[in-house]
């Protein structure tokens, strides 16, 4: 179970931030934002100190409802590749529209690029950034069809850097500009609604 008081011992946040596996028998860390719990002598980086939960056991950081690191494997516990990948498609969900590396999404989920790169391919059948420019577009389908918002503001609404690369790849997934599509979305309405 997780300490009742949420100030992290400075000797703690000291091996935390350190790396410093002497102390990997006495304290497991859980991040309140990953959920996700670690030995002190992980790699990943280092949390937000407001962040961290310290807990005596992995099981009491189980019990709390967080996930074993897929780098430092604490206690041995290990997440199945297809609830991990689950978990980042989730996590993917609801942040698409940020910044996303496969370096970030590596450290949030505590696993290496390249085995997430490969686990994520072959459970979903494409990489990480190919399932978040598939949101992304989706995104821009329903924003050009629902609203009158100008083509740069919504590739910016959906993620994409700069407005040239969101409608270089909008066509090249599409077949058309995003402009183009919103005008067959308008004719194809003030066709249907002349008969």
Same mark, same amino acid.
């Given at each position: 179970?997780?300490?009742?008081?949420? !100030?992290? #011992?400075?000797?703690?946040?000291?091996?935390?931030?350190?790396?410093? !596996?002497?102390f990997d028998d006495q304290f497991f860390y859980g991040v309140r934002t990953t959920k996700i719990f670690c030995r002190p002598s992980c790699r990943s980086r280092v949390p937000n100190k407001d962040n961290v939960l310290i807990f005596k056991n992995a099981y009491g950081a189980l019990a709390q409802g967080f996930r074993p690191c897929k780098r430092c494997k604490p206690d041995g516990l290990n997440l199945p590749a297809d609830e991990w990948?689950?978990?980042?498609?989730?996590? &993917?969900?609801?942040?698409?529209?940020? #910044? &996303?590396?496969?370096? /970030?999404? !590596?450290? &949030?989920?505590?696993?290496?690029?390249?085995?997430?790169? /490969?686990?994520f391919k072959r459970l979903k059948g494409c990489s990480p950034l190919e399932y978040i420019q598939q949101l992304r577009l989706e995104k821009a389908d329903r924003l050009l069809a629902?609203?009158?918002? #100008?083509? !740069?503001? &919504?590739?910016?609404?959906?993620?994409? #850097?700069?407005?040239?690369?969101?409608?270089?790849?909008?066509?090249k997934k599409n077949g058309q500009t995003p402009a183009n599509y919103r005008k067959s979305l308008r004719g194809a309405n003030e066709y249907g609604n002349s008969n």
């Open positions: 179970m997780a300490k009742q008081n949420f !100030a992290v #011992p400075a000797a703690y946040w000291k091996a935390i931030s350190e790396n410093d !596996a002497t990948i689950e978990q980042i498609s989730n996590w &993917i969900d609801e942040h698409f529209t940020e #910044p &996303i590396s496969l370096d /970030r999404l !590596a450290d &949030i989920s505590h696993g290496s690029p390249y085995h997430l790169q /490969r686990q629902e609203t009158d918002d #100008p083509v !740069a503001i &919504i590739g910016r609404l959906c993620g994409f #850097p700069s407005a040239p690369y969101f409608i270089t790849l909008y066509k």
